[in-house]
């Protein structure tokens, strides 16, 4: 193996990249948070509007944060994001209507604007200054494969966790321990990563970047379609990802007639505990060592068929439903985490070859944007046919539509990463 690998792999600092996304994903209350709103009489639609409100937020703060970022100073945003996210676990646990619901969701969506791009734009950073940039693909795949870990533990100990409160809702409480502990990390984060360029915080100069960002953005044609090619991917993927909740809540219902709601209220949440924790450990090891994939097929080429192969397992999961089989179901639903896993390190190998150095934190805030407002716009609209048509019909249109939208979403070849 190449030394450079060596050193990457006992590098203090990419470690502590690495414990940032695991305590970051330590979101125990993912496995559960359909059910959880489900449980509050909420129909599919209502949820979808809810998952809408919080993309609102992010889109409106998502470029705002990633201007910040680049001009004020990348750890101080990251620091902020955790103040919002706690607020948000508090609001969750006195969710007693739908109002404080949806400032949860609120705040909830500042915390990903003020978080998304910018930790990776960190890592770009340090990378340069180590003269590792070359093997990009490589760390952020390891650092988020440690993201996936997180994951992964966060499902098997919520199993643990909610056989042990009060209620479903006590488990946003449990989530505010690791992100304060991820808010001490970041603060522990040498201060030349902060990188800011300004120290007076002014409106009008915050306009003036944005709109010369954007306009940069928007004239690099190449760049332009890998940012709608993932935006779009990740906005689906975030829309469905969570469906087999309701999924498999109907298949369980159907499937144990005899036994009474507790007990299937109880086999539902150790099966998505198991069911997530599994995701995970298998997303990790995608996102781990998919630079190999990397060093012998273009990236470029790997964001068009992962996308056309997302298409192919949703009209999968039609049939699955159809047939109404929970382990076909399972299955696919496995591959899809593993596939976008696997996709976002590819994503940041081809976009960090067709951005500028100092638009990095801002170019991964449109990304975060573009799919944000693409989530505004096909949350309730999802919600509203899984209601009113069914879920299965639901997956039989997405697969359908991928497919036809990404015949338009060609990506230009780029050489080919450093071998190991």
């Given at each position: 193996?190449?030394?450079?690998?060596v050193l990457i792999k006992k590098d203090?600092?990419?470690?502590?990249?690495?414990?940032?996304?695991?305590?970051?994903?330590?979101?125990?209350?993912?496995?559960?948070?359909?059910?959880?709103?489900?449980?509050?009489?909420?129909?599919?639609?209502?949820?979808?509007?809810?998952?809408?409100?919080?993309?609102?937020?992010?889109?409106?703060?998502?470029?705002?944060?990633?201007?910040?970022?680049?001009?004020?100073?990348?750890?101080?945003?990251?620091?902020?994001?955790?103040?919002?996210?706690?607020?948000?676990?508090?609001?969750?646990?006195?969710?007693?209507?739908?109002?404080?619901?949806?400032?949860?969701?609120?705040?909830?969506?500042?915390?990903?604007?003020?978080?998304?791009?910018?930790?990776?734009?960190?890592?770009?950073?340090?990378?340069?200054?180590?003269?590792?940039?070359?093997?990009?693909?490589?760390?952020?795949?390891?650092?988020?494969?440690?993201?996936?870990?997180?994951?992964?533990?966060?499902?098997?100990?919520?199993?643990?966790?909610?056989?042990?409160?009060?209620?479903?809702?006590?488990?946003?409480?449990?989530?505010?321990?690791?992100?304060?502990?991820?808010?001490?990390?970041?603060?522990?984060?040498?201060?030349?990563?902060?990188?800011?360029?300004?120290?007076?915080?002014?409106?009008?100069?915050?306009?003036?970047?944005?709109?010369?960002?954007?306009?940069?953005?928007?004239?690099?044609?190449?760049?332009?379609?890998?940012?709608?090619?993932?935006?779009?991917?990740?906005?689906?993927?975030?829309?469905?990802?969570?469906?087999?909740?309701?999924?498999?809540?109907?298949?369980?219902?159907?499937?144990?007639?005899?036994?009474?709601?507790?007990?299937?209220?109880?086999?539902?949440?150790i099966y998505l505990g198991i069911i997530?924790?599994?995701?995970?450990?298998?997303?990790?090891?995608?996102?781990?060592?998919?630079?190999?994939?990397?060093?012998?097929?273009?990236?470029?080429?790997?964001?068009?068929?992962?996308?056309?192969?997302?298409?192919?397992?949703?009209?999968?999961?039609?049939?699955?439903?159809?047939?109404?089989?929970?382990?076909?179901?399972?299955?696919?639903?496995?591959?899809?985490?593993?596939?976008?896993?696997?996709?976002?390190?590819?994503?940041?190998?081809?976009?960090?070859?067709?951005?500028?150095?100092?638009?990095?934190?801002?170019?991964?805030?449109?990304?975060?944007?573009?799919?944000?407002?693409?989530?505004i716009i096909i949350a309730p609209l999802?919600?509203?046919?899984?209601?009113?048509?069914?879920?299965?019909?639901?997956?039989?249109?997405?697969?359908?539509?991928?497919?036809?939208?990404?015949?338009?979403?060609?990506?230009?070849?780029?050489?080919?990463?450093?071998?190991?």
């Amino acid at each position: 193996m190449n030394e450079d690998y060596v050193l990457i792999k006992k590098d203090k600092l990419i470690w502590k990249f690495s414990f940032y996304g695991l305590l970051k994903n330590l979101r125990f209350f993912e496995p559960y948070l359909i059910v959880f709103l489900l449980g509050l009489n909420y129909s599919l639609f209502t949820i979808g509007i809810l998952y809408s409100i919080r993309e609102i937020i992010t889109y409106i703060f998502e470029i705002p944060s990633g201007i910040i970022a680049d001009n004020y100073g990348k750890k101080k945003e990251l620091m902020i994001c955790f103040i919002f996210y706690i607020i948000s676990f508090v609001l969750f646990f006195f969710s007693f209507n739908i109002y404080i619901v949806s400032f949860a969701f609120v705040f909830y969506g500042l915390g990903d604007a003020f978080r998304s791009g910018t930790h990776k734009a960190m890592i770009y950073s340090y990378l340069e200054k180590k003269n590792w940039f070359q093997y990009k693909t490589y760390v952020y795949g390891r650092t988020r494969s440690f993201s996936l870990i997180g994951s992964s533990i966060s499902a098997f100990a919520s199993i643990i966790f909610i056989f042990n409160i009060p209620s479903l809702r006590w488990i946003f409480l449990i989530c505010i321990i690791p992100y304060i502990l991820d808010f001490l990390l970041i603060w522990s984060y040498p201060d030349y990563l902060n990188e800011s360029i300004k120290t007076e915080f002014k409106w009008s100069e915050l306009l003036k970047d944005s709109k010369k960002s954007i306009k940069q953005i928007n004239e690099n044609k190449k760049l332009k379609v890998i940012l709608v090619s993932s935006s779009l991917y990740d906005a689906v993927f975030k829309s469905i990802k969570d469906y087999i909740q309701p999924i498999l809540k109907v298949i369980i219902v159907g499937s144990f007639i005899g036994g009474s709601q507790d007990i299937k209220d109880t086999k539902l949440k150790i099966y998505l505990g198991i069911i997530y924790g599994v995701f995970y450990i298998f997303s990790s090891f995608a996102s781990k060592n998919v630079y190999r994939v990397t060093n012998r097929i273009n990236s470029s080429k790997l964001m068009e068929l992962s996308f056309d192969l997302m298409g192919i397992l949703c009209l999968v999961i039609f049939t699955g439903i159809r047939m109404n089989s929970m382990l076909f179901v399972i299955i696919v639903f496995f591959v899809i985490y593993i596939l976008k896993d696997a996709r976002r390190p590819i994503f940041v190998d081809v976009c960090g070859d067709n951005m500028e150095k100092s638009q990095r934190a801002t170019v991964l805030s449109v990304d975060s944007q573009i799919r944000s407002f693409i989530v505004i716009i096909i949350a309730p609209l999802f919600g509203y046919i899984a209601d009113n048509y069914s879920i299965n019909i639901l997956f039989l249109i997405i697969g359908v539509l991928i497919l036809v939208i990404n015949r338009f979403l060609r990506i230009k070849k780029t050489p080919t990463n450093v071998e190991v």
